[in-house]
């Protein structure tokens, strides 16, 4: 069975989303490991990681998520093992999961250092299981070349089959292959692939927001695969709210209060997705009812305008297992950007 462990130079590097685009394409039979957990889910009185889940359910492997994890917490893991027991729990995970499959995908911390007090770096995974690696590095042009700068000016590569870098996220693709790319391949990392930022990988749909938020859906449940691709936050009065150039924008999210019956009368003449309803204060029956006509979900929430707004801003937009559109694109991506004969090869 091959093996790979991708890392990440930093947290939302998009370490996932590359493995979800990688096993969609390579046409083999893939099992998937995330040692540390990080995103935990408790369901069926059972915890286990988010991604594990994610990538179980779209490429319907068998295998139990919860066997997927050695641990999630620090002081935890750091009181069941000791170094060489984890050493030995993550060989015989890895062979557990991997049993019958072609490929075992790793999916390493949120950063480099990330577990490396509990022998779960990336580092120490990858000398473990001694398999290739490859690490993604994303986020603005600087801080991409500042981390590949310091990992091979500072980092012992010699005990590890690194096998490149996948450079993600980029907003100017020309100007970073032409600026910043030729100063990356000075070091000597081998560029397995630079892949262009895509606005569509940020947008989540209503029901995300409905979940994440622990929301109560009113009505509108019809259109809670909406997809939102602007946000507005609804605290003016509707002749402000009218003029705003977000307002006219499609696939639009308002946040407002339940009173603010000319805000929710505003969203439901236009292209809304989806309406959150603050400071848990439900609108009249013949808006809710409007909102029902026009399939426009109206979500309820217990905080106020300001709150809900800061929760969305700092929502990570996860992949799904709905979210077969942004699968094709990171397939697609990876086909045309990334060098997976270099990656798969010995």
Known sequence: MDQLLIASTRKSAGKT????????????????????????????????????????????LKED?????????????????????TKSKLLEAAANVGKDKDFLMIEGGRDLAYGIS????????????NCPWVVVAGGDEDTILDDLLFLKRHVDLTQTNLKGVIINKVSNLDDFQNTH???IKKTGLKILGVIPYQSELTHFTVQYLAERLFAKVITGEGGLRNVVKNILIG???????LA??????????????GDRTDMILASLESDTAGIILTNNVLPPPNMIAKAEERNIPLLMVFSDTYQTAKQIENLE???TKEDNEKVELLKQLVRKHVQLDEIMGG
């Open 65 to 85: 998520p919860v066997d997927m994890s050695i641990g999630f917490d620090h002081s935890k893991l750091r009181y069941m093992y000791d170094e060489a027991a």
């Open 118 to 129: 509990v022998f779960l770096d990336s580092f120490s995974m990858a000398r473990t299981l």
């Open 181 to 183: 790319l030729p100063v």
């Open 317 to 319: 937009p996860l992949l």
């Open 17 to 60: 989303s590359t493995i979800v685009g990688i096993s969609g394409v390579v046409n083999k039979k893939v099992a998937y490991l995330k040692p540390f957990g990080e995103r935990m889910l408790y369901r069926k009185k059972r915890l286990w990681d988010y991604d594990s889940a994610l990538i179980s359910n779209l490429f319907g």
């Open 244 to 257: 705003n150039p977000v307002f006219k924008k499609e696939n639009k999210l308002v946040i407002t209060g």
């Open 235 to 241: 605290a003016w009065s509707a002749n402000v709210l």
